[in-house]
T-cell receptor, first 109, second 113 residues
Framework: RKEVEQDPGPFNVPEGATVAFNCTYSNSASQSFFWYRQDCRKEPKLLMSVYSSGNEDGRFTAQLNRASQYISLLIRDSKLSDSATYLCVAQTGANNLFFGTGTRLTVIP | DVKVTQSSRYLVKRTGEKVFLECVQDMDHENMFWYRQDPGLGLRLIYFSYDVKMKEKGDIPEGYSVSREKKERFSLILESASTNQTSMYLC????????????FGEGSWLTVV
């Protein structure tokens, strides 16, 4: 079983739509969680950290559910520029980061 | 601004060649990482270093070695390149404590023919 699992997609959504991704993690000792965004043939870049209380950054909302061991990312009012692959990350220690394989999102005009 | 620099962006090497991938970070980070990323497999950790001259094997260290002689520099070495090492290689760094953001370099695309 993979440490972190994501639906690879692709998710094809129209501009302005709301889209949500879930990610499950297997290690209950995971302490920190992140969402990264990766554009085609580019490096991953931090989108947002995920806090226990949930957090929001503009159109993006991240949630953590420790009981069910999943994190989620909600994107409201999708823009064409949101098209990318979204990676979730669970961390159990400084050097124990586990990346999901990514969920591909395409926002269609 | 945070910067992780991978000096070689695109390389084509022959089977059996020795390959060096260099990575430099300017943030005084203790931790440095080398990953490879392949379609459908995501990022897989090759090696990790938490201090100068210190290294730990990741999930797929076979066929690779690393060197960290200075805090800011972490090199990945393919002793004898093979075609199954064709991949995108990503260097990353972070502060020592867990929970800190990991920053990636732009990646090195290696093709072994």
């Amino acid at each position: 079983r993979k440490e972190v699992e994501q639906d690879p997609g692709p998710f094809n959504v129209p501009e302005g739509a709301t889209v949500a991704f879930n990610c499950t993690y297997s290690n209950s000792a995971s302490q920190s969680f992140f969402w990264y965004r990766q554009d085609c043939r580019k490096e991953p870049k931090l989108l947002m950290s995920v806090y226990s209380s949930g957090n929001e950054d503009g159109r993006f909302t991240a949630q953590l559910n420790r009981a069910s061991q999943y994190i989620s990312l909600l994107i409201r009012d999708s823009k064409l520029s949101d098209s990318a692959t979204y990676l979730c990350v669970a961390q159990t220690g400084a050097n124990n980061l586990f990346f999901g394989t990514g969920t591909r999102l395409t926002v269609i005009p | 601004d945070v910067k992780v620099t991978q000096s070689s962006r695109y390389l084509v090497k022959r089977t059996g060649e020795k390959v060096f991938l260099e990575c430099v970070q300017d943030m005084d980070h203790e931790n440095m990482f080398w990953y490879r990323q392949d379609p459908g497999l995501g990022l897989r950790l090759i090696y990790f270093s938490y201090d100068v001259k210190m290294k730990e094997k990741g999930d797929i260290p076979e066929g690779y070695s690393v060197s960290r002689e200075k805090k800011e520099r972490f090199s990945l070495i393919l002793e004898s390149a093979s075609t199954n090492q064709t991949s995108m290689y990503l260097c990353a760094s972070s502060l020592w404590q867990g929970g800190n953001t990991i920053y990636f370099g732009e990646g090195s695309w290696l093709t072994v023919v």
